[in-house]
C-alpha cells in the first residue's frame, strides 16, 4: 500500500494508523497518549498531521495521526505550517502549568516530554498567568509522583488499569484539575506498577530506587542484560555509575517481554549493591593470613587435583559458570543445585517441551493466545510477566468478537474497550488459593493441588487422550471437565498453562496432556510451563546427579571437598541435610555474591560476579538461550564464576579447561561438548566483532566526568578497562549506530533520548527488533514423535490423620532470594513462616489462631504460627515458599503436627 | 616589496612606544566581572546550597572534568554529595556556568590558582562553595520551581495557584 | 706566536658561544621591545640571567631519543651545525691580526663551511624517523643549496675588486671605500641569501611550526635541540660579520676605538637587523621562496658579477 509523505511515495502495511506508519518509517512525529502496546485514544492532540483529499488539494485538513488509518494513495504531510504551529501550540497549552523544575526531575534526560517539546520548536513560554498545582501522593518505596508534571495523556491509567489490571490507580477530578493517582496515599498494589516511571512521557511517575542514587541516563554504563528474578528472562537493560548499578530498565525484545518488566525484575537489582557482597577471596582459617588471590587458588586448584572433589551448580548461574564447574570436578562429580522437587519438575517440564509435540510459546505469542487454562499456577506470584501476558489474551476472543460487529481498527483502543466492556474470554483457573487473575475467568476450581491434577487429566481425556479413565468424579466436576474441553476445542491457540507453583506435577503432567490432546485433535494448542528459576531450564539441559546423592557420596567418605557455585545450599534443602553436609566436608569452596548461611560455614570463599559484573548465558521456561552482558567492572576480586573455574582449573591442570580464558573459550566447549546447546554460537556475535573496526561502547555519547570520577584518588586517569568477552567497551568510544539487537545496551536515537526510543530499533512498530530479536530457541517440538501420554491420574488426595500436607505459596516479593536485598521489596515481602491449615483443622487439633504449633520435619522440629485460611482443604497446609530463614524448604512435604 | 620595508620601518618606530605588560605580580591586572576564572558553587539568598545535583553542567562539559553525586536532604532540597572540578583538565570555557539552570556554578574572575602538585588541582565540594550569591543576587531556584521543599509548601512559588481540591467539582 | 695564536682561539670561541647564548637574551628582548613588551626582564639585571636559566633548563630536560629514530644519526646531526659554523669563523678577520687562520681562501673556506650546515638539517630530519621533520628536512635542504648558488656568485663581486680570497686582504682593499657603494646589489643579495641560509624568519620554512610543528627539530629535545638552538644564533652571528667584513670595512674604522671594537659593534647592528626582520616579516611560501631566489636573485647575481667585471675591466685599462 502507497502513502504519500510530503509528496514523498511510502510503501506502509494496511492495518496500521498514520502515526505508526510515520515512524516506522523512521520520521519524527511527536505523540504522548498513543503507546505501541496500548493503542490510540487521541487524548492528546500531538501527533497531528495534514491529510490532503488528492494532488489539487492545497488546503488540507488537520487530522490525529493516531487515529487515522492508513488507506491507499493517501496524501499527508507532517512538515505543513499550519500541521507544525499546531502541534506547536499544543504543546505550548501542555506545557502552561509545568513547574519549571527540569534540573529536580529524575526525568530529565529520558525525557519523552523535553524530547517531544525540543521536535515541536516550542522554545519559550508564552503563557503568563499564574500555574495550576497539585500535592503529591506517596505511592509506596518503587514509585514517585509528582503531579505538577502531569500533560493528562491518560497512559498511566490506561497502563496501569487496562492493560495490567491495577484497581488503585485512577484519575479523579474534573475539567483541568484532572489527576491521577490513588484515592489516598499508599503503597501501589500492582505488580506492575514500575512499568509507570517508562510510560509516563513526564516525570509524574519516576523510579524511586533510582532516586536514591540518582544518576542521569547519559551518566550510566549501561549493557543489555537478562532479568534473574524468575524463569520467563525478561530483556533488561541495567546501568551502572561510580561502581554501584543504579537502574534497571526495560530492554525490549519482540518475543519475550515486550514493552514492559515486573517490579521484581525492575526493583531487584539491589543485591548487587549490598553491603553483604562478598569482595575478596578468602579462607577459613586463615592459614597464613591471607587474603591473597593466588595463593588461595593454588590450595582449591591441589584439592580439585586430589579428585575427591565434588561441584554443586546452580539454577541461578549461567550456563557457562555450571558448565565450566562440571568439566572441573568431572561430569560425574557434578550435582545439580536445585531442590529434588524442583530437580524432578523441571526434568519433566523439560521431558514435556523436547519430547513432546506441541510448541511452548514465547511470551508475545502467549499474549496472543484466545483460550486460556491455567492449571495450579498463581502466575502473577510465579512468572509475573506471563501474567500480563495471559490478561491481554483472556481478551482476545471478545475483542475480535467486538471487531467484527463495530468496524475499527483493533488499536483504536477507547472504541474497542467500550465494545467489550467487562466481557472475558474463555479463561479457566485451576488452584488451590485465590490469584489475582481470577477476575478474569470464566469458571475456577479450588481444592488440593492432585484433586485438581486429576480433573485436568478428566479434560484431557474428554479430548480424547490415551489415558487410564479418571473415575469417581462429581457430576458438577465432570460437567465442568466438558465445559472446558469445549472451549478448548474452540479455540484457533488455546493456551495451557502449569508450572511448579503448586508444587505438584501431576498439573504438568496434566497440562501436557491436554495440549498433546489437542493438538492430535488438529488445533494449535500453546503450553507454557513455569520454572523455578532464572537458568533452571539450562542446567537441567546440563545435567548431573540430584543434590540428595551429594551428601550420600559426602557420607561415605567418596569425596572430602565440595565445590558450591553461587548457590545457598539452605535454600535448596532442609537446614538439617545441609548442616550434615557441612559436617562431612572437609573443605566447601563457595563461589557466591553475597554473604548469606552457606558462605558463614564455607571454608574458602570466592567471590563471583552478579548478572552486572559477569557475562553468561541464561536458558528460560521457553527453552530460550539469552545472553546477559557484565556492565561495569567490579571492585576487588570479583570476577565471573566460570572464569574463577577456568583458573582453578588451569592451575589443577584439568585437560578439558586447559588453555581456556574467556567467554568464546568456554562457550566453544560447551557446544562441543553439548551438540544440544549447538545453536549457542549463533546467539551473540562474539568478542572479536566490530563494526567499522570499533565496539560497541556501553556508556552514551554525553557521559560525563571521564576526567574528574577518580580524580580524587590519582589526578592521573588509570587506562580504561578492556573487555576481553565481548564487543562492548567499557567507555564511550565506538560505534555510534545501532549494534546488533543482542548488543542494544540502551535504547536512543537522535532527538529521542528517553525509552520512547524503541521506534527506531523495531522492524515495525510493536515487532521484532532490526535483525530479529536477540534469543535462541533451545527447544522445538518433536512433531513427528507423537505424544507419550501420562496414563496415570493421581490419586485423590485424602488427608492422614494426625500429619498436615505441607504445599508451597509463592510469592512475588519474598520468595525469591536475590531480589529481597532491596528495601522495598523486602518490605513488601509475603508472611515469614506462617503455616496456613483450614479453619476446621485448626479446632479440630485444638490449635488456637496465631500460635506456634510444632511440626515434624524428619525427626526435626520446627515451629511455625498456625494461621487459618480456609480455602485450604482439610489435611492440607500451606507455607510462604523461599522465605528467608524459612524452616521448612523442600515443598511439598507431608509432616506430623506435634501438639 | 616596499611595504616589506614599510612594515619594518614601522616595527622599528615601537622601539619608542611605551610598553603594555602588567608588571603581574607586583601590578594586578584588572579583570572583568564576567571573566572565566576559577569556579565556585553559591548559595541562595537563604544560604542554602543553590545546587540541586541536576548533573548538567558535567554534561555540558567538553573536558568531562565535573563529577557529583546528586542525593536529596530531609527537607526535600536536593544537593551534591560530592562535587568533584578536576582543575588540572579544566579548560575555564564556561559551559559549566551556562548549562546550570539554578546559577549555582559559575565562574569567578580569578587564576590564580596554580600548584605544584597537579592532585592539589582536583577541588572538591568544599573546595568550590563559597557563601556568597555571586553574580546573581536575589535568584533562589526553588521560589521558581515547582517542587515542594521544607518551608515552602506545594502553590508557594512564583505565580502558582495553590493546590487543587480534587475532591471539588467547581470550576 | 704559538701563545698568541691559542691566546686568538680561545678568545674567539669563549666570545662567539656567549655571544650565542647572549642572543637568546638579546632577540628576547628585541622583540619584546618592537611588540611593546618587556621581554625577560625578572632574572638577573635587565633578565640577562634568562640565558643561564635557559641553559641550565636545557640540561635537565630529559635527552629523550625517539625509538623509532636512527640512533647514530640523531647524535650526530645537532653537533655538525654547531661544528661547520664554528669552523667558518676560523677565516673570520675580528681585528687586524685576530684571525685564526689566515687562508688565502678564506672566503672559499666560507662557503664551504656554510654548504656543510645542510648536513645536519638533512640528517637531522631523516634520522628522526617523522614525516613533519622530513618535510622540514627536504625543504631545508633544497632552500640551503638554491640559495648558495647565488650567495657564492653574489660574493663573488668583491673578490673581482679585492683581487683576492683572502678576508684580511679584502678588509684592507676596503680602506679607502667600503664594498657597501659599489656592490651595493650584491649586498643586497647576499644578506638575503645569509637570511635563507641560517633559516632564520623569514625564510624559516624548513621548521614552519604553524605548518610542520617544528621542522627538522620536531623529535629533538634537551641539550640536542639546544645545539640546533646555538647553531642558529652562531648562524646569525657567521653573517653578520661577514657582511660587515666583506662590505662594511671589517674592523676599519675611526681610530679612537680598537679594531676589533668596531668590528663587534658593526656585527651587532647586523644582528638587529636580523631580530628585527623576524619581529617584522612573514613567512613565505614554500614555492615562492624558491621561485623568488631562481628566478629574481639568481639572475641579479650573475648580472651584479658581469657588470662588476665589466667596470673593473674598464676602470682597469
Not at chain 1, 492528546?44 to 495534514?50: E, H, L, P, S
Not at chain 1, 516525570?203 to 547519559?218: A, N
Not at chain 1, 488499536?411 to 487473575?437: M, N, S
Request: glycine share 8%; net charge negative; aromatic share 10%.
Amino acid at each position: 500500500m502507497t502513502i504519500y509523505i510530503d509528496n514523498k511515495p511510502y510503501e506502509v502495511k494496511p492495518g496500521k494508523n498514520l502515526l505508526e506508519a510515520c515512524l516506522e518509517l523512521g520520521l519524527n512525529l511527536p505523540y504522548f497518549c498513543w503507546h505501541p502496546a496500548l493503542g490510540s485514544v487521541g487524548a492528546c492532540r500531538q501527533c497531528a498531521v495534514k491529510v490532503f483529499k488528492d494532488e489539487d488539494d492545497k488546503t488540507g485538513r488537520l487530522v490525529m495521526g493516531c487515529m487515522e488509518p492508513v488507506r491507499d494513495n493517501l496524501r499527508l504531510s507532517i512538515e505543513d505550517p499550519g500541521a507544525k504551529t499546531f502541534r506547536e501550540q499544543v504543546i505550548g497549552w501542555l506545557m502552561t502549568n509545568h513547574p519549571h523544575d527540569c534540573a529536580v526531575c529524575d526525568e530529565g534526560g529520558s525525557c519523552h516530554l523535553q524530547d517531544m517539546t525540543v521536535m515541536t520548536g516550542h522554545t519559550y513560554r508564552n503563557y503568563r498567568f499564574s500555574k495550576r498545582t497539585f500535592e503529591n501522593q506517596d505511592l509506596g518505596p518503587f514509585i514517585s509522583h509528582e503531579m505538577n508534571r502531569c500533560i493528562q495523556c491518560y497512559r498511566c491509567v490506561r497502563f496501569y488499569k487496562d492493560h495490567a489490571g491495577g484497581k488503585d490507580l485512577n484519575v479523579f477530578a474534573a475539567h483541568n484539575h484532572v489527576y491521577f493517582g490513588r484515592c489516598e496515599s499508599g503503597t501501589l498494589e500492582s505488580e506492575f506498577s514500575g512499568n509507570l516511571a517508562e510510560v509516563c512521557p513526564t516525570g509524574v511517575f519516576t523510579d524511586k530506587t533510582l532516586h536514591s542514587h540518582y544518576t542521569r541516563k547519559w551518566d550510566m554504563t549501561w549493557a543489555p542484560s537478562v532479568c534473574q528474578g524468575c524463569s520467563l528472562g525478561c530483556n533488561t537493560s541495567a546501568g551502572e555509575r561510580y561502581g554501584s548499578l543504579r537502574q534497571i530498565t526495560n530492554r525490549y525484545n519482540g518475543e519475550v517481554n515486550g514493552y514492559f518488566l515486573c517490579d521484581r525484575g525492575r526493583y531487584g537489582y539491589e543485591f548487587v549493591n549490598s553491603d553483604q557482597r562478598i569482595l575478596q577471596a578468602a579462607m577459613r582459617p586463615h592459614s597464613n593470613g591471607t587474603t591473597n588471590k593466588d595463593h588461595i587458588l593454588d590450595l582449591v586448584a591441589q584439592k580439585v587435583k586430589n579428585g575427591r572433589t565434588i561441584g554443586i551448580g546452580s539454577p541461578r548461574a549461567s550456563l557457562e559458570s555450571n558448565y565450566a564447574l562440571k568439566l572441573l570436578v568431572g561430569e560425574d562429580n557434578f550435582y545439580l543445585g536445585m531442590s529434588d522437587t524442583d530437580h524432578d519438575h523441571t526434568s519433566i517440564a523439560l521431558k514435556i517441551l523436547r519430547d513432546g509435540p506441541v510448541r511452548t510459546p514465547s511470551m508475545q505469542e502467549a499474549a496472543q493466545a484466545d483460550a486460556v487454562f491455567i492449571l495450579g499456577e498463581d502466575l502473577t506470584n510465579t512468572a509475573p510477566m506471563l501474567a500480563l501476558a495471559v490478561r491481554q489474551a483472556a481478551q482476545r476472543k471478545p475483542e475480535a468478537d467486538a471487531l467484527g460487529q463495530i468496524h475499527v481498527a483493533a488499536w483504536q483502543d477507547a472504541a474497542v474497550r467500550e465494545a467489550v466492556q467487562d466481557k472475558h474470554g474463555p479463561f479457566y483457573i485451576f488452584h488451590t488459593v485465590p490469584t489475582k487473575l481470577d477476575e478474569l475467568a470464566e469458571d475456577i476450581r479450588r481444592g488440593a493441588p492432585e484433586q485438581l491434577a486429576r480433573l485436568g487429566f478428566a479434560v484431557a481425556q474428554m479430548l480424547g487422550a490415551d489415558i487410564v479413565p479418571v473415575t469417581g468424579l462429581s457430576q458438577e466436576d465432570a460437567a465442568l471437565a466438558e465445559k472446558i474441553a469445549a472451549a478448548l476445542m474452540a479455540a484457533e491457540h488455546p493456551l495451557i498453562v502449569s508450572g511448579y507453583g503448586s508444587g505438584c506435577d501431576h498439573m504438568m503432567k496434566a497440562a501436557a496432556n491436554i495440549a498433546w490432546a489437542l493438538q492430535q485433535k488438529g488445533r494449535n494448542p500453546l503450553l507454557s510451563i513455569t520454572l523455578p528459576e532464572v537458568n533452571s531450564m539450562g542446567l537441567e539441559i546440563i545435567g548431573g546427579h540430584r543434590l540428595d546423592t551429594a551428601l550420600d557420596v559426602l557420607r561415605q567418605g567418596d569425596a572430602d571437598t565440595v565445590i558450591v557455585l553461587e548457590n545457598d545450599l539452605y535454600r535448596r534443602a532442609d537446614p538439617h541435610i545441609i548442616d550434615e553436609i557441612f559436617l562431612h566436608a572437609q573443605d566447601v569452596i563457595l563461589i557466591d555474591h553475597l554473604y548469606n548461611r552457606t558462605a558463614e560455614k564455607a571454608t574458602v570463599l570466592l567471590p563471583a560476579g552478579t548478572f552486572a559484573e559477569a557475562d553468561g548465558t541464561v536458558v528460560n521456561n521457553e527453552g530460550r538461550a539469552q545472553r546477559f552482558y557484565q556492565v561495569f567492572v567490579p571492585k576487588g576480586d570479583i570476577q565471573e564464576s566460570w572464569r574463577w573455574c577456568l583458573q582453578i582449573a588451569e592451575k589443577a591442570q584439568i585437560p578439558a579447561l586447559q588453555g581456556l580464558r574467556n567467554l568464546d573459550d568456554i562457550d566453544l566447549a560447551l557446544t562441543n561438548g553439548m551438540p544440544s546447546l549447538a545453536a549457542l554460537q549463533q546467539l551473540a556475535p562474539h568478542a572479536g566483532f566490530r563494526i567499522n573496526g570499533q565496539r560497541i561502547p556501553r556508556e552514551p555519547h554525553r557521559y560525563s566526568g571521564r576526567t574528574a570520577i577518580l580524580a580524587n584518588e590519582n589526578v592521573s586517569e588509570p587506562k580504561p578497562a578492556e573487555d576481553v568477552d565481548t564487543p562492548l567497551s567499557f567507555t564511550m568510544e565506538g560505534y555510534r549506530g545501532e549494534p546488533p539487537s543482542p548488543l542494544i545496551p540502551f535504547f536512543w536515537s537522535p532527538g529521542w533520548n528517553s525509552v520512547q526510543s524503541v521506534n527506531k530499533y523495531q522492524q515495525e512498530i510493536g515487532g521484532h527488533l532490526h535483525g530479529g530479536d536477540p534469543g535462541i530457541r533451545l527447544l522445538e517440538p518433536h512433531l513427528n514423535g507423537g505424544p507419550h501420554y501420562f496414563h496415570e491420574a493421581p490419586d485423590t488426595f485424602v488427608p492422614i490423620p494426625g500429619h498436615v500436607h505441607i504445599m508451597p505459596l509463592y510469592h512475588i516479593y519474598g520468595s525469591e532470594e536475590l531480589s529481597m536485598y532491596t528495601s522495598g521489596i523486602a518490605q513488601q515481602a509475603g508472611e515469614f513462616c506462617c503455616l496456613y491449615l483450614n479453619p476446621e483443622d485448626l479446632a479440630q487439633w485444638n490449635i488456637t489462631p496465631g500460635n506456634w504449633v510444632t511440626i515434624d520435619l524428619d525427626h526435626h522440629a520446627c515451629r511455625l504460627v498456625a494461621t487459618p485460611n480456609h480455602w485450604m482443604p482439610r489435611g492440607l497446609g500451606a507455607v510462604s515458599a523461599g522465605m528467608p530463614h524459612s524452616p521448612v524448604v523442600d515443598l511439598p512435604v507431608c509432616v506430623k503436627l506435634q501438639a | 616589496m616596499f611595504s616589506l620595508l614599510r612594515s619594518m620601518w614601522l616595527v622599528f618606530l615601537h622601539t619608542f612606544h611605551k610598553r603594555e605588560t602588567y608588571q603581574y605580580p607586583e601590578e594586578k591586572a584588572p579583570l572583568p566581572a564576567r571573566w572565566r576564572g576559577r569556579i565556585a558553587l553559591t548559595r541562595d539568598p537563604d544560604g542554602g546550597e543553590r545546587c540541586v545535583g541536576c548533573y548538567l553542567c558535567a554534561a555540558a562539559c567538553p573536558v568531562d572534568c565535573i563529577s557529583l553525586q546528586a542525593t536529596e536532604a530531609p527537607d526535600g532540597r536536593r544537593y551534591p554529595s560530592f562535587f568533584r572540578i578536576n582543575f588540572s583538565r579544566c579548560i575555564f570555557c564556561g559551559f559549566c556556568e551556562e548549562a546550570c539552570p539554578t546559577y549555582a556554578i559559575q565562574l569567578l574572575p580569578d587564576f590564580e590558582m596554580a600548584e605544584y602538585d597537579r592532585q592539589n588541582l582536583v577541588y572538591e565540594k568544599e573546595d568550590l562553595l563559597i557563601n556568597s550569591e555571586g553574580k546573581y543576587p536575589g535568584y533562589n531556584y526553588y521560589r521558581v520551581a515547582g517542587m515542594a521543599i521544607a518551608g515552602k509548601d506545594k502553590g508557594e512559588a512564583q505565580h502558582e495557584e495553590p493546590p487543587v481540591d480534587v475532591r471539588s467539582l467547581l470550576p | 706566536m704559538e701563545a698568541h695564536y691559542w691566546w686568538v682561539i680561545g678568545g674567539v670561541l669563549f666570545t662567539l658561544l656567549n655571544t650565542a647564548a647572549g642572543l637568546i637574551w638579546l632577540e628576547r628582548r628585541m622583540l619584546a621591545l618592537w611588540q611593546d613588551r618587556y621581554g625577560p626582564n625578572r632574572a638577573g639585571p635587565f633578565g640577562i640571567l634568562i640565558v643561564l636559566a635557559d641553559t641550565l633548563k636545557l640540561f635537565f630536560k630529559e635527552d629523550w631519543i625517539p625509538p623509532f629514530a636512527d640512533k647514530v644519526v640523531f647524535v650526530f646531526a645537532p653537533a655538525v651545525v654547531v661544528a661547520s659554523v664554528l669552523m667558518a669563523f676560523a677565516v673570520v678577520p675580528f681585528g687586524p691580526n685576530i684571525v685564526v687562520a689566515d687562508m688565502n681562501i678564506g672566503l672559499l673556506f666560507f662557503l664551504a663551511m656554510s654548504s656543510l650546515g645542510v648536513y645536519s638539517i638533512v640528517l637531522g630530519g631523516w634520522a628522526s624517523n617523522n614525516k613533519y621533520a622530513l618535510l622540514g628536512a627536504m625543504r631545508g635542504a633544497s632552500q640551503m643549496i638554491s640559495y648558495e648558488v647565488f650567495m657564492g656568485l653574489a660574493l663573488m663581486g668583491t673578490v673581482v675588486l679585492s683581487g683576492t680570497f683572502n678576508l684580511g686582504k679584502i678588509v684592507e682593499a676596503q680602506r679607502g671605500m667600503w664594498y657597501i657603494f659599489p656592490q651595493l646589489l650584491g649586498f643586497l643579495i647576499f644578506f638575503i641569501a645569509g637570511i635563507a641560509e641560517t633559516h632564520r624568519l623569514p625564510f624559516d620554512i624548513p621548521e614552519a611550526e604553524s605548518e610542520l610543528v617544528a621542522g627538522f627539530h620536531s623529535e629533538y629535545s634537551g641539550m640536542k635541540f639546544g645545539m640546533f638552538f646555538i647553531g642558529e644564533y652562531l648562524g646569525i652571528t657567521l653573517i653578520s660579520s661577514m657582511i660587515v667584513t666583506l662590505y662594511f670595512g671589517g674592523w676599519l674604522g675611526p681610530a679612537f676605538l680598537p679594531g676589533v671594537i668596531w668590528f663587534i659593534l658593526k656585527t651587532f647592528v647586523f644582528i638587529s637587523v636580523f631580530i628585527l626582520l623576524r619581529a617584522s616579516m612573514p613567512r613565505p611560501r614554500y614555492d615562492q621562496l624558491m621561485e623568488y631566489g631562481w628566478k629574481v636573485l639568481f639572475p641579479l647575481s650573475l648580472l651584479n658579477l658581469l657588470g662588476t667585471a665589466a667596470i673593473k675591466l674598464l676602470i682597469d685599462k
